[in-house]
């Protein structure tokens, strides 16, 4: 009896196995084909204005704040399933000789401009940190042997809170704020950007915070008084178009080496030093970055905003296109 039952037990005892295990080898399939196709993280390197201006409805500054507040939104999916888990925000406002990541689970706002109204002093953004990103990030950045620095302690800038106002006003994503070096070395910017890409496929987006456009504020002030069209801002914006054709060039090109070596030369693109003054190129840092964490291969976007008559250019890598 007991020999009859083992005849018959044995092979039902196999073809339940063999039903558990193929349903298992199904659902690790399915898992890993389901993160094969899970579209990497949004990349975007955006204008922030000039100081707390885009939070107090200054009329200069009306084409950023619109596209701060509806274009970059749509890009990164808030509000929507594909929604970024954290944000890892390069700003153009710290310069350290190593990257420095904020690592803390919330932090500070650092209010660093001066002379304008008061309510500018008095802002709150209450996002997040994430200290397990920021972990991430310090791994990633090691392991290109950027020897990167954890901050707890410093608050986030303006590059970080004024366009994240009107990005994500109510701070539903986190964000570990990094900086720029002060080398300005545009072959490490580019490297820092490369090793962040890695973080984009967990979802983690990346914004480049600065003024790649135009950021001398030289030139700059005499443009936001007089306006456009006195002779010498008519000059200016010229230039400006020749500089921005070179970037976008540059800044699209899909092949990462000729990215990368394109932009290495930033310096030799039409009025680099009228657009972006010696030894002031740090608004366009973060723009490097953000060109390295651009895949190989990866379709670059860009859309334009008015600045007193100058083109300010936004580029990002998303599978959301903005108008």
Partial sequence: MRTLLTILCVPLLACMLYSILQKRAFSFTSSIASRAKMPLAP???LSHGGGPMPLLGD????????????RVPKILGLGTPSQPKAIILVTAHWQTSTPHISSASS?????????????????KYPASGDPAVAEEVKAAFSKAGLKPVMDEHRGWDHGVFVPMLLVDPKGTVPIVQVSILQSEDPEVHFRMGKALHSLRSQNIAIIGSGFASFHNLRVMFPLMSSGPN???????IRKSKAFNEALTNATLEADQDKRAAALKDWRRFPNSYT???DHGGDHFMPLIVCAGAAEDGEK???YTDDFVGVKIYTYYWSTEEVA
């Fill in 43 to 45: 990349v975007i390197v």
């Fill in 59 to 70: 009329p200069k500054h009306k084409d950023i704040t619109y596209s701060l507040k509806n």
């Fill in 107 to 123: 932090h500070s706002l650092l209010y660093d401009y001066g002379g304008f109204p008061e309510e500018s002093y008095h802002l």
């Fill in 230 to 236: 006195t002779p010498e801002s008519q000059a200016l």
């Fill in 275 to 277: 657009m972006h003054p």
């Fill in 300 to 302: 670059g976007r860009l």
